[in-house]
């Protein structure tokens, strides 16, 4: 039988929290206040300061040193490059991060194929990227809404079947399949619109919602708390951060990003925002289907098909969950701290999407997911992310081996086609150098990862109680076997990003332990 929410209690002293209660707290985005997740405009000196000695001094370095690089391989990528072939589009977009976009075909999406796909042969999924008609370019660039179509037939390996541009409400748009010579730019305006959803759809539901949960953490729970302390290495650069990206006048997403130099984007930074609404809020299922489901925090994405959520899922299952229920039995053991547990849950449920109400966090298997999907997201969900976008979905150069970002199409300025016999795509026509550039400089300072030490692995809890402590021996000792299980081709088989660094270069490639670029 579950334990009854404990009514809220007065005389704590305000010693007892790390900002004696008076804030970090959640309130409605600026921007987008019924749409976007809640942000945290007060940022605590002593964070502020961590993030400006850290990933504020290594953005200016990247911004200031990276410049000469970005405007070579610029020139070279204008010079040389025609498009994506196929093998390596296919490859982008069924074995990357871009399989989180996985959806089962609805009837609404076979009813106006006006070329005869046979949907009635093996599997079909669809990517969705219908939003991209929210998004309103700056002179000179294009978008597209678009639908991928993939198919695995029987015993083979999906690949990409057609690519449906600039549908619209009863509208059927135009069906691209690769035997049509427009094929070339179809497959450029399918790869903006991953990349866009993968930027602002999925990427800030794994930032902003978990920004509510960092600030009630440290305003509402003792630090002498287990879960205070389960969550504090987990929870260091991510509210600085934030609001860096959210607010600051030269972040990506401010509304005159262009007057930057490290800006690729195809629009204004309060036009872009609109998709983080998408993310987060929703879209509505009579217009977009099954595409954008309102964020829900305790349903992270862990069954699409592909090796990437197969990766994310093993180390859920296998080691953070495991973790997570020891430290929750511990908690409900004790009166004292499960009213804290209720009140902070309380406070969360008010604030985020799908987190678990007062009489919910009792429960001893709805806590320990809570706190799971916490620490997970912060660590593998958000670093994998990161790595896999920043280095797969690249072309690589054959002669430097230099991973240029120019696949991730973000601005392109040939129009999308309007039938399907559009000629194939040349050198130089889709970007210009300054595109290129701006797309170089972001990849350095923005996409790639940087882990700051300590990374997961060395990650240590400040539990005051033994047999935490040895719980979180039992994680890590968890945690390498779910990356050994992983060489031997458990869980997708694939080491999106390495737990520990076989050399020093390699270190700010490892899993994170907070959300820190």
């Known amino acids: 039988m579950s334990q ?21 707290w959640p309130q409605p985005s600026p921007s987008y206040p019924l749409q976007c997740a809640d942000e945290v405009l007060h940022i605590p000196p002593m964070e502020d300061l961590l993030f400006q000695q850290t990933i504020g001094k290594r953005y200016l370095e990247a911004q200031l040193q990276f410049k000469p690089v970005a405007a070579r391989m ?9 498009g994506v072939d196929d093998a390596r589009f296919n490859e982008m977009m069924l074995e ?19 070329v005869g796909l046979p949907f009635d042969e093996g599997r079909w999924w669809k990517y969705d990227f219908s939003a991209m008609h929210l998004i309103d370019p700056i002179p000179g660039t294009h978008v597209a809404a678009t639908k991928v179509f993939i198919q695995q037939p029987d015993s083979q390996a999906p690949s990409v079947r057609c690519i ?15 035997e049509d010579s427009a094929w070339d730019i179809a497959k450029l305006y399918a790869l903006q619109g991953a990349s866009y959803h993968i930027l602002f ?8 919602p978990m920004d509510a949960v960092n600030a009630i953490t440290k305003t509402a729970i003792p630090v002498a708390h287990p879960l205070f302390q389960l969550f504090s290495p987990h929870s260091t650069y991510a509210l600085p951060l934030d609001h860096a990206v959210l607010e600051s006048a030269e972040s990506v997403v401010a509304n005159n990003a262009q007057g930057t130099r490290f800006d690729p984007l195809t629009a204004n930074g309060f036009n872009v925002k609109q998709l983080f609404g998408a993310g987060y809020r929703g879209l509505p299922a009579s217009r977009y289907g099954n595409a954008y489901p309102a964020f829900d925090y305790m349903r992270p994405q862990l069954e699409t098909p592909g090796r990437y959520v197969a990766w994310l899922k093993g180390y859920f299952d296998n080691a953070f969950l495991p973790f997570t229920r020891r430290v929750a039995e511990h908690i409900l053991a004790s009166p004292e701290q499960s009213r804290y547990v209720a009140n902070w849950a309380r406070y969360c449920h008010a604030h985020v999407l799908g987190f678990p109400d007062a009489r919910e966090s009792l429960e001893p298997e709805i806590l320990a997911h ?62 210009t150098g300054d595109d290129l550039a701006r797309a170089e400089l972001a990849q350095e300072m923005f996409f790639r990862t940087w882990a700051i030490p300590p990374n997961l692995l060395e990650t240590q809890y400040a539990f005051l109680d033994s047999g935490l402590q040895a719980a979180a021996d039992r994680f890590h000792d968890d945690l390498r076997q779910v990356s050994a299980d992983i060489d031997k081709g458990r869980y997708g088989g694939v080491q999106f990003q390495p737990l520990q660094a076989e050399s020093p ?8 332990a907070s959300i820190q670029y």
């Open 96 to 114: 990357t991060l871009f399989t989180r976009f996985y959806r089962p075909l609805e009837e609404r999406d076979r009813e106006p194929c006006p």
């Open 74 to 82: 610029a020139a070279r990528q204008l010079d040389s490059w025609h």
């Open 4 to 24: 009854q929410a404990p009514v809220p209690e007065e005389g704590d002293f305000p010693e007892q929290f790390l900002y004696a209660r008076k804030g970090p």
């Open 164 to 178: 449906q541009l600039g549908h619209d409400e009863g509208q059927a748009g135009v069906w691209i399949q690769p």
């Open 370 to 431: 809570a706190m799971a999907i916490y620490i997970w997201n912060n660590s593998v969900v958000h670093g994998g992310d990161h790595e896999n976008f920043a280095t797969a979905i690249t072309h690589r150069d054959p002669e430097t081996g230099y991973r240029s970002a120019v696949n991730k199409c973000l601005r392109i300025r040939r129009a999308p086609p309007r039938d399907c016999e559009a000629p194939p795509v040349k050198p130089g026509e889709v970007f």
């Open 505 to 512: 270069d390699q270190y700010a490639h490892t899993i994170p």
């Open 201 to 208: 759809v999925v990427h800030p539901a794994i930032h902003f």
